[in-house]
């Protein structure tokens, strides 16, 4: 497994992504998130859905997931949200390095 990780989640709206945001990197669990909007097409309890949403990609270290993971549950009015991480297996040192430097430091 990698060091570095892409961490993505949705949010039906602007405020509620800004919120999970902003206690992500005030926590250091994330050095940035991108905020993009979407159009999601999904079934949930058997109907078709086709919504709008806020795609949300967190950068962060493979140390810091299950913390990142735990924030988002825990603030995230999705019932099931969606959470999925994706490795990093190659990108500029100097940007790992600053995703180092503002991260929250575990060992």
Known sequence: MEKYCIVLTTFAGEADATAVINAVLENKFAACAQVINIASHYTWRGKVQHEPEILVLFKTTWNLYDALESKIKSMHSYDVPEIIAIDIK??????????????QKLD
């Open 90 to 103: 190659r990108g500029s040192q100097n940007y790992f390095s600053w995703i180092d430097e503002v991260t």
